[in-house]
């Protein structure tokens, strides 16, 4: 792996750390960013080959930061690198195009060979992963799982902006909408999922996991 332009995404400061002391003298590290957001515009301005980033981040989680990367860098591969060993997590990272799941725990043993892996076409799935994930992932054959949910890619920006606390404007201002929009957004979420209140809707998102987890 060594030469390999990697982006790293963590929103805890002692993770990125203990990322980076890994990674010394062994990649060249282009950035190291706290939110997906500021992930994407990483992604957006460097040529980058490999993308460590975690599920659980503030203003974009993993899962849509990862969807959006696949589209303006298809070459770059995705590993995540995070604490959720939940089925769900690992199918859904999958199927927005991860080549890489490790635990954050496994990081210190595993990175290094879970980069070279990547980088040379494979995927690399922890071991530390409870032996059902992989056995329901070999059941999945070809076809993995649909996600759960009946929300666009742009719903759920604004629902995981909407479960952070965040004022219609304020997601507006995140998303480059204006509030009127957020608002039609909102409705549009409560009408499909038979939902009346904003609280409903942030507490439904929670429970069935619409969204990645904060």
């Given amino acids: 792996m060594t030469g390999a332009r990697v982006v790293l995404a963590d929103d805890h400061s002692l993770m990125l750390q203990g990322v980076r002391k890994l990674l010394e003298k062994k990649v060249e590290l282009v950035a190291a960013v706290g939110d997906g957001l500021a992930l994407v515009k990483a992604v957006e301005v460097n040529e980058v080959d490999v993308v460590l980033l975690d599920i659980s981040m503030p203003v974009l989680n993993g899962i849509d930061a990862a969807r959006r990367i696949r589209k303006i860098s ?27 799941y490790l635990l954050k725990w496994s990081a210190e043993t595993e990175l290094g060979a879970a980069i070279d892996t990547v980088l040379g076409g494979g995927i690399y799935l ?6 059902e994930i ?16 009946v929300l666009s890619v742009r719903e759920k920006e604004v629902l995981q902006l909407v479960v952070q606390g965040k004022s219609a404007k304020e997601i507006g201002d995140v998303l480059h909408l204006s509030a009127k929009t957020v608002e039609f957004h909102k409705y549009r979420m409560m009408k499909k999922l ?19 987890p904060i």
């Fill in 134 to 149: 992989t056995e329901l992932l070999s059941a999945c054959d070809t076809e993995l799982p649909k996600l759960r949910g």
């Fill in 74 to 100: 298809p070459n770059t591969k995705l590993i995540f690198l995070t604490m959720h060993a939940d089925p769900d997590y690992v199918i859904e990272a999958l199927r927005v195009g991860a080549s890489g």
């Fill in 126 to 131: 922890t071991s530390a992963l409870p032996p």
């Fill in 194 to 212: 038979g939902l009346h209140t904003t609280i409903e809707l942030a507490k439904y998102a929670m429970e069935r996991h619409l969204i990645g």
